[in-house]
Every structure is written in structure tokens, then in C-alpha cells.
């Protein structure tokens, strides 16, 4: 149970990561597409996706990643109960 508790806490920490992150990107590329700012300094991987497929893909990727990696670890959670009940 010990590691249900530990995985309960990551995913918390993990999305409330998650939604920080998207939140800061977010505002960093709504900031630059309104020509308020002449640059943003945003993860790689967002300024990758902004330069080559546009806004939309470059605001959601930290939120998909979020509910990827929160979603993997409930699925994980889920396994361990299973085990424990069938104990």
C-alpha cells in the first residue's frame, strides 16, 4: 500500500506540474501571438511545434502529456489494488 500512496502523491504533484506548465506556456505564446512581446522563452519542444505546425499544437502538448503520464499512473495504481485484493 505503501507504493499506492506514493503513486497517489506523484500524480498529484504531476498534474498540478502539468497544469503549471501549461499555464506558463500558454500565456508565454498568447503574449507573443498578440505581438505584445517580440519573443517568448518556452521549452524546445513548444517552440519546435510553434514554428513548424502552429499555436493550437504548440498550447496543448503539455496538457496531453499531463493526462498521458497522470493516466499511466493511475492505470499502475489500478495493477497494485488488483494484486492487493487478489492477496
Do not use: C, T
Not at 12 to 19: D, S, T, Y
Not at 31 to 37: F, G, K, N, S, Y
Not at 51 to 77: C, D, H, M, Q, T
Amino acid at each position: 500500500m505503501q507504493d499506492v500512496a506514493y503513486l497517489r502523491r506523484a500524480a498529484f504533484l504531476g498534474a498540478l506540474g502539468f497544469i503549471g506548465l501549461s499555464l506558463w506556456s500558454a500565456y508565454q505564446l498568447i503574449q507573443l501571438e498578440q505581438h505584445r512581446v517580440a519573443s517568448a522563452r518556452v521549452h524546445w519542444l513548444i517552440a519546435l511545434l510553434y514554428e513548424n505546425v502552429g499555436f493550437w499544437p504548440a498550447v496543448l502538448v503539455f496538457p496531453l502529456l499531463g493526462v498521458f503520464a497522470v493516466s499511466s499512473i493511475a492505470r499502475k495504481i489500478a495493477r497494485l489494488r488488483a494484486q492487493d485484493s487478489s492477496r
